[in-house]
């Protein structure tokens, strides 16, 4: 099987017959026409398939090693058409610290549907098990957790799950397939947010749902047509010119966010930093276990009120104040006064986010400047 960076590139054996045009063709057309009655080349209306958005998903697929996938307008409809696998009736188990916009979906509109969730620490495999309900049909996994980036043994969870015949999905985005395969550790399906590393340039949002089985790769299809869930081709066609370089992009951003948190780690102004791959992170071993890198988040604890945050932030050249992750350039946030505010302040608490917490994405700028940047800043508070 080629290696990971080579499948970011040659992931989908679709090629362009037409005009032998090495990259993928952008067919933005909504429609195909049928040679005679009942005969096409494969695809009939874009909602349901697409030949650009094709190559994107065989691409995605090839990397998590599943056997289907389907891109999405956004990671969150990703979610919905995960979640339109329940029915009314049915019980769920997820992290209490997973991405505020899935927490949002399932608190406030799935379970209007009689569907019931139970957020909970998921650190512990087993307050998953003592959980479980006769009713329970979905274990969702979501790792590291943002900002705080604790880990969920995914190995160990999604063993309770196969046990009870419960699936168990991963959301995949803060790692990427680069350094985390979810598959291989057990789950049944995976979700991105195609917005972050993996289209990686800040300029598109989508998603993607992986699947490895047939039933599950079927019934996705079908939810996705059915409900209208699917990428539009041109938006695909820029997160494949972004997943090409995944491999060399996550490298990079791991191994500068590695010297970040080192830095930050050392640093008198910073109370704690959270790094999966800091020796001080107290699931160093777990990380070791389950990712083959550490990713490019950081997160931090400064002794900081609102005003001194501000100063903080606006003395940066490089960190651009804003939310998302996952491109090339560094950006820097306050999970308290934006990110999490939709979760209530004891909630943020509970979750560990205090009013210093600050959560970093590390971008492919060169580590001494992002250091130089930081330095400055942390100078002026
Ligand atoms: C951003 C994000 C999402 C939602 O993706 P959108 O593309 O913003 O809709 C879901 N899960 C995680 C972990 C994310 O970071």
Redesign the pocket.
């Known amino acids: 099987m080629p290696r990971p960076a080579t499948r970011a590139v040659h992931g989908s054996d679709r090629k362009d017959t037409t005009f032998n045009s090495v990259m993928t063709p952008l067919y933005p057309s909504s429609t195909f026409y049928f040679d005679r009655l009942g005969e096409n080349k494969g695809f009939d209306y874009t909602r349901s398939g697409n030949p650009t958005r094709r190559v994107l998903e065989d691409t995605l697929a090839s990397l998590e090693g599943g056997s289907a996938c389907v891109c999405t307008a ?4 990703a ?1 919905v058409g995960v979640l339109h696998l329940l029915k009314p009736g049915d019980h769920v188990i997820t992290g209490n610290d997973i ?1 505020g ?2 927490y949002r979906l399932m608190h406030e509109v799935f379970s209007r549907y009689d569907i019931r969730f139970d957020f909970l620490d998921m650190t512990d495999p087993e307050n998953v098990r003592s959980a479980l309900a006769d009713n329970t049909a979905l274990i969702w996994i ?1 790792t590291p957790s ?1 900002p705080m980036l604790r880990l969920v043994d995914i190995q160990a969870i999604t063993a309770i799950a196969r046990e009870r015949q419960i699936l168990a999905a991963v ?1 995949n ?2 790692m990427s397939p680069y350094f985390q395969r979810p598959f291989e550790l057990g789950a049944d399906i995976i ?1 991105h ?4 590393y993996i289209n990686g340039h800040s300029d598109v ?3 993607a749902i992986i699947t490895n089985r047939p039933d599950l790769d079927e019934r996705i299809a079908f939810i996705t047509n059915a409900c209208g869930l699917t990428e539009s081709p041109w938006d695909a066609w820029l997160v494949l010119r972004g997943v090409q370089s995944l491999a060399q992009r996550m490298e990079a951003h791991a191994a500068t966010a590695a010297k970040i948190a080192m830095y930050l780690n050392q640093h008198p102004k910073v109370k704690q930093t959270y790094y999966p791959g800091l020796e001080s992170h107290p699931q160093i071993d777990l990380a070791r276990k389950q990712m083959s890198g550490f990713g490019g988040m950081v997160s931090f604890d400064i002794e900081a009120d609102k005003g001194k945050l501000d100063t903080f932030f606006s003395a940066l050249r490089y960190f651009k104040l804003a939310e ?2 996952g491109g090339v350039e560094s950006l820097i946030e306050s999970p308290w006064y934006m990110s999490h505010t939709s979760m209530s302040e004891q909630a943020r608490r509970d979750a560990g986010i205090k009013p210093g917490t600050i959560r970093v994405s590390v971008g492919l700028e060169h580590a001494d400047d992002l250091i130089e940047d930081l330095e400055h800043g942390l100078s002026t508070i």
């Open positions: 956004t990671g969150m409809a979610v991405y916009g899935s979501e943002n959301d985005t803060f979700v947010s195609t917005t972050k949002v989508g998603g998302s992750l």
